[in-house]
T-cell receptor
């Protein structure tokens, strides 16, 4: 149980393109989803917290106009990297959890984004 | 500020040897601590959490509030334990964010 699916797993696109990444909880309803960014050989850095039906909460230093997050249902959150540039190339990982005391986050496989 | 420190980037042991992956945290509130593991080419997955006080795959971790530590231990390492291990701190009190350490890559040699 508690499977999180992330799509696509790898995307390469030209500079200036907008890229959408989907995160789905397959067998549970995720009241909260999280988006992380991971640079090579570094830890996961939280970008934003996404609650179903409300605006995402962004971490300090993360541009909300650059990284658009939509959490339209209890099983789907999307991250859109708008007008992507080479410096946005990274590994993006989502996680999802049920809002209850002590419940862990369940992670997707991640999306490798490469901007040429 | 909340912080998780994993002092060892790399840790190498022989099969059958004890292993301890260190984790220290900095947080003024009541923490919830987790260990996540990432095997080669697999997603990050929960290994254990301090509130469960359980042993998973032979691993245990005890929260020591006095030393602000949550070290992960296993008495006899196996080759299949080779992976990347991340210690994570949940801020609790209704906050659901996780603060991750930088991770320790464990290699268990035959």
């Amino acid at each position: 149980g508690a499977v999180v699916s992330q799509h696509p797993s790898w995307v390469i696109c030209k500079s200036g393109t907008s890229v959408k990444i989907e995160c789905r909880s397959l067998d549970f309803q995720a009241t909260t989803m999280f988006w992380y960014r991971q640079f090579p050989k570094q830890s996961l850095m939280l970008m934003a917290t996404s609650n179903e039906g409300s605006k995402a909460t962004y971490e300090q230093g993360v541009e909300k106009d650059k990284f658009l997050i939509n959490h339209a249902s209890l099983t789907l959150s999307t991250l859109t990297v708008t007008s992507a540039h080479p410096e946005d190339s990274s590994f993006y990982i989502c996680s999802a959890r049920v809002r209850a005391l002590g419940q862990p986050q369940h992670f997707g496989d991640g999306t490798r984004l490469s901007i040429l | 500020a909340q912080r998780v420190t994993q002092p060892e980037k790399l840790l190498s042991v022989f099969k059958g040897a004890p292993v301890e992956l260190k984790c220290n945290y900095s947080y003024s509130g009541s923490p919830e601590l987790f260990w996540y593991v990432q095997y080669s080419r697999q997603r990050l997955q929960l290994l254990l959490r301090h509130i469960s006080r359980e042993s998973i795959k032979g691993f245990t971790a005890d929260l020591n509030k006095g030393e602000t530590s949550f070290h992960l231990k296993k008495p006899f390492a196996q080759e299949e334990d080779s992976a990347m291990y991340y210690c994570a701190l949940s801020l609790g009190g209704g906050s659901e964010k996780l603060v991750f350490g930088k991770g320790t890559k464990l290699t268990v040699n035959p």
